[in-house]
């Protein structure tokens, strides 16, 4: 394996059992219970600030056999995040896809990818246990909504709020030019409804943006709440 992941995220990604963990954070292997000393310990804040620099890093590569003469022998890598105008977002669940060519080897990359969108989530709650906002520079408000709060763009009541938070993302969704399309147009999903203005905000913004990123969401979730363990 040639994964590249931050070495201080390897401490996140083993299972963890939450029985009798209450205020506990898994740290270096070990399970260390939080007061008010961490969260003013300079060190822990340094520990996660490294993390957030590090996420464009991450990543996952398998080196690939050949498959007769149309796939040669190589590598595929496939970062974990990528880049945009206010940090790092979770790359589409679609970019694991040139793994699925090569048998049990997209299986095996998909959970070594949720192991780490898990350890993220976790050094996520270790932000929250002390006190150290995760910076609009690691990751942009639209997605901090969706994994923290598990608010749904079409729930959002303020509209532009949604638009405006897309476009802070780096993405500029252009209504007017998507009217009239089908979902099946845009998202190939076999949907034949067409786009408007009311099902742009109730469902394709969802579907588009949230939806096509499951994986690396639902994971980090996840780790963010320990299993469920904390809501």
Not at 20 to 38: E, H, L, P
Not at 92 to 108: R, S
Request: glycine share 6%; hydrophobic share 35%; with cysteine.
């Amino acid at each position: 394996s040639n994964d590249q992941h931050s070495s201080v995220l390897q401490y996140f990604i083993a299972p963890v059992s939450h029985e009798g963990r209450k205020n506990k954070v898994r740290i270096d292997g070990k399970w260390k219970k939080m007061d008010a000393r961490d969260r003013k310990d300079t060190a822990t804040r340094k520990f996660v600030s490294q993390v957030w620099k590090q996420l464009l890093g991450l990543s996952i590569s398998r080196e690939i056999p050949s498959i007769g003469r149309k796939i040669p022998k190589g590598e595929i890598r496939v970062a974990l995040f990528e880049r945009c105008p206010q940090g790092a977002i979770p790359v589409k669940t679609e970019c694991f896809h040139p793994f699925e060519n090569y048998g049990n080897m997209y299986t095996e990359v998909m959970e070594v990818a949720r192991q780490y969108y898990r350890a993220v989530g976790r050094i996520m709650l270790l932000s929250l246990m002390v006190d150290q906002p995760i910076s609009t520079e690691a990751m942009p408000l639209f997605f901090r909504n969706v994994i923290f709060r598990d608010v749904r763009p079409e729930e959002n009541e303020y509209r532009e709020d949604v638009l405006d938070q897309l476009c802070d993302a780096g993405f500029e969704p252009n209504l007017n030019q998507l009217l009239g399309y089908s979902f099946d147009d845009i998202l190939g999903n076999g949907e034949e409804e067409l786009i408007t203005p009311e099902n742009f905000f109730t469902k394709f913004v969802s579907e588009y943006y949230v939806d096509s990123r499951r994986l690396a969401i639902e994971s980090m979730k996840e780790g963010l709440t320990l299993n469920g363990a904390f809501y």
